[in-house]
């Protein structure tokens, strides 16, 4: 199975600031990653998929890049309903593993 | 709208099985494939399966001897099983739409399981 490796698992930042979550694969899976957010409570909101595709009314200070074992997750001007935790998740090939998550707080 | 609606028990003994239902609306389970994930009380989320629209499944390896997924179509229904439930079962249950490129795009809102004497 892939395994995926996030960092960091917790992040403590300001409204405003800038901020980035990685995310590693134990084995290529070329743009085959997706990333979600989770609020306290909630259940998991699709973010970005293909690596670099925003879902659906996702707002544009959110970006992922990457491809092949490496990816990231960059948010700009961090807002006040940006707080939460996020999780990537390979979509290349069963089962698709998630990686441990980053928990966002306000500092 | 794409809706996912996960219905389960609640509490189960441990040793025994453990069925959660997934009613869906809004797309058709002959199109799109869902998937079921679980989050245990203050972890992260785990994948554990998926049924596609042509009724072919795929399970994660550490739970493929225990695990079973189904659907009636007719009824917009997707089925979990798991059985010889232990303790380390507890969590939140989701089911999740597959989108076109095999990412969860829809969610539901989950259920709660609790594995307990």
């Known amino acids: 199975d892939i395994q995926m490796t996030q960092s960091p698992a917790s992040l403590s930042a300001s409204v405003g600031e800038t901020v980035t979550i990685t995310c590693r694969a134990s084995?290529?899976?070329?743009?085959?990653l997706a990333w979600y957010q989770q609020k306290q409570g909630k259940s998991p909101q699709l973010l970005v998929y293909?690596?670099?595709t925003l879902a659906e009314g996702v707002p544009s200070r959110f970006s992922g890049s990457g491809s092949g074992t490496q990816f990231s997750l960059k948010i700009n001007s961090l807002q006040p309903e940006d707080f939460g935790s996020y999780y990537c998740q390979h979509h290349y090939g069963t089962p698709y593993t998630f990686g441990g998550g980053t928990k966002l707080e306000i500092k | 709208q794409v809706q996912l609606k996960e219905s389960g028990p609640g509490l189960v003994a441990p040793s025994q099985s453990l069925s959660i239902t997934c009613t869906v609306s809004g797309f058709s389970l002959t199109s799109y494939g869902v998937s079921w994930v679980r989050q245990p009380p203050g972890k992260g989320l785990e994948w554990l399966g998926v049924?596609?629209?042509?009724?072919?499944?795929n399970y994660h390896s550490a739970l493929i001897s225990r695990l079973s997924i189904s659907k009636d179509n007719s009824k917009s229904q997707v089925f979990l099983k798991l059985n010889s439930l232990q303790t380390d079962d507890t969590a939140t249950y989701y089911c999740a739409k597959e989108g076109d490129g095999n990412y969860e795009d829809y969610w539901g809102q989950g259920t709660t399981l609790t594995v307990s004497s």
């Open positions: 084995e290529n899976i070329y743009s085959y």
């Open positions: 049924i596609w629209g042509d009724g072919s499944t």
């Open positions: 293909n690596a670099k």
